[in-house]
């Protein structure tokens, strides 16, 4: 069966805002084995919407809306879809009850425009809504001589998302033909996306069953798997089989095979290994040790940090000798070694990481380039360093530098 | 005159891509007076690709299409507007003779699939593309009755980008009626969305041209005003008008008025008053660093800072008395004051800031829960300090206090 949704509301057409709830429903819908074979966007107006409900009742078995159910005049999904489908609305004195009584628990009384999210399309299920006023609808039934599945959604993610789980997962589980779909993600750090590509292709293009993803950031990438079979047993394996693969061939390049992100891979490791970890920033400003605070609990292996953008406080926070950023140069192989030795033993912790670089878009040099960054890691067996020559803006330097820097741990702690 | 926006390609249509290009497709027709009244997205099937080419002819007098222009058996979207049409497509040898220059200057054979960007609709205008192989093409007339403008363009952002700007803006704006539109944007700090509406809610309601959107982050609000009239002093008079009023009311809670950032803002505070900063951050992470020194040529204002998660690092980098964190725990008005005045002696910066608060999910007591942050900003006039209870998960509290943090070096400055 194939699914559309329809987004409604009047400032997704707008520059400033930008739908993110069919991300979540396509990734619903396909978990159930349903495609989603179109998406659109509609604003505010009646005559637009029902046109798209008419179109999308006609190409499609599953349509699902997305918003403009609240307590405004702009809010006219029922009305249209009631339109398109040819029914009425009845006011429920049930969902008015509620309304009521939710607005007297917090001793307000209720505006009138409220009851208009009591009206029910005839023939449909009332999805109640524990997070907000406006509640979802469900109907299925026969459509020009088709079965269909309308379902209404409010527009605000966690209500959607809620309202999912709990009153529509199931009830679609239920209509749809039992899918046997099965997914497998592996996150790769530090290979080009070419790079990757050319490898694994010959691997995964082998396997016509399972669908191939490709997702490409800085420094990070993703492989997704996709695969559907007779039985689910059957979709796991082959999806597993073309990943195991994938993963043979990329080695260590592959640092999670369950959604894991690097930040919490690392913190994986540094728990597994008893170890503590402190940095020294320079050009990535912040960015590392936020990036690992990011991660809950991570004061168990995270110690602190410095960020030394002056030279003055490189030498104060890390013990960098100031003849040494004299004679090489801040940005430099020897003055990121001593970042990395300087804070591990100031913060007295398994680890030290030091990153001094050029994040642009001032202040490269013919020899140390906007996009120079040399990282460091050290511990009790000694310092290693590695120098990148990074692509791209300020933002996307910083963020490779920190990948970088991140990779470098795991692979020290693996 | 009204448009919409067709973006194809399969690939957005899983949970995996978002499009884009229809934010800057958007933006660009609201600055010609063009309203977006639909887009969809629309998967690599000729069928669904013609009946939604279709649709969007019968509704809208512009039709913008992003993507499904390239070399493979999946670009599809000259066929489908061409039989939308009625038309035929025709292969242009120049464009072909184009193309096979380009593989030849790299030294490659083209492949025969490649010929297929050579095909144009007929009466269409080829738009050359600089910075890719597939060119856009441009078609104007009538259709069913009325004037229809077709515009097809490449996918790949920076593509699509430049195509607009060289060949389509100038051709849209000789077509479409002379529309005088004035915007203004006013950026708003550490105050809720809805208590911002209620008090701006009386102002610009008044202004029945004048199109308002409020947009709200974790502790930053946008407000955008949009005017039209009948030339360009009347519509930024409205805009202008409406935007003092409603600076006047929010006062000094009004950050930017010219859409620049609230790190830029602080940047330019420092660098006006000649002065430096530097920060000492628990809860937060770095990101205030990172936030900091993501504006270029922050080294001019920002010093450095450290990154105390441990207690011991607290004590060791801001020389916060040991006892003091016994007496009063680390989460607290003191610590958070001490933070800011030690960091600011160890760096000898003008200004120092301290945050100190409980991110979670885990580590809340009753006392002090998930989401209590203590800020503090330093300078020769002593120290002030100011404590928040934010909502929200682990990211949302640590932009809230970053946040709070910039808005308060920013008052200190102003």
Same mark, same amino acid.
């Given at each position: 069966m194939n699914a559309e949704i329809i987004v409604v509301g009047s400032?997704?057409?707008?520059?400033?805002r930008m739908d993110t709830n069919s991300l979540y429903l396509t990734e619903q819908l396909n978990l159930l084995g349903v495609e989603v074979v179109f998406k659109s966007i509609v604003g505010d107006n009646l005559p637009r919407l029902v046109a798209a409900a008419e179109h999308a009742l006609f190409r499609s078995e599953i349509v699902i809306f997305s918003g403009g159910?609240?307590?405004?005049? #702009? #809010?006219l999904t029922r009305e249209a879809v009631a339109e398109a489908l040819g029914v009425g609305l009845r006011r429920d004195p049930e969902i008015l009850r509620s309304l009521e009584e939710r607005f007297a628990a917090r001793g307000w009384k209720m505006a009138a425009?409220?009851?208009?999210?009591a009206d029910v399309l005839e023939g449909a299920t009332v999805l109640a809504n524990p997070n907000g006023t406006a509640p979802g609808q469900w109907i299925s039934g026969e459509f020009e001589g088709r079965e269909h599945i309308i379902v209404m959604l409010p527009g605000p993610p966690h209500e959607l998302k809620a309202l999912f789980e709990t009153e529509v997962r199931e009830r679609l589980r239920a209509k749809v033909p039992p899918a046997f779909l099965a997914t497998r993600t592996l996150k790769i750090a530090m290979l080009g996306e070419s790079a990757v590509d050319a490898r694994v292709a010959p691997i995964y293009t082998r396997y016509k069953d399972v669908e191939t993803t490709i997702l490409a950031g800085a420094g990070e990438i993703e492989l997704h798997f996709k695969s559907r079979a007779a039985n689910q047993e059957a979709a796991q394996q082959r999806v597993d089989e073309v990943a195991d693969l994938v993963e043979d061939e990329l080695d260590d390049a592959v640092?999670?095979? #369950?959604?894991?992100?690097l930040e919490q891979i690392v913190g994986y490791w540094l728990q597994m290994r008893g170890a503590t970890v402190a940095v020294a920033e320079s050009c990535t400003g912040g960015l590392l040790a936020e990036r690992i605070t990011?991660?809950?609990?991570s004061s168990r292996y995270f110690v602190g940090g410095a960020v030394v953008y002056s030279n003055a406080l490189k030498t104060e926070?890390?013990? %960098?000798p100031a003849e040494m950023i004299e004679r090489h140069?801040?940005?430099?192989r020897e003055v990121a070694a001593a970042l990395a030795e300087g804070i591990r033993y100031r913060c007295e912790s398994t680890l030290g990481v030091g990153i001094t670089g050029v994040a642009g878009?001032?202040?490269?040099?013919?020899?140390?380039? %906007?996009g120079l960054v040399f990282h460091a890691v050290a511990s009790d067996r000694g310092t290693e360093v590695a120098q990148r020559n990074f692509p791209g803006d300020r933002k996307r330097i910083r963020r490779f530098a920190s990948t970088m820097a991140l990779d470098m741990l795991r692979k020290k702690l693996m």
């Open positions: 400032e997704l057409l707008t520059p400033h159910l609240g307590p405004t005049e #702009d #809010d425009n409220n009851a208009k999210q640092y999670s095979r #369950d959604g894991q992100s990011s991660v809950s609990g926070f890390a013990g %960098v140069g801040a940005v430099s878009p001032g202040g490269g040099t013919p020899e140390k380039p %906007v």
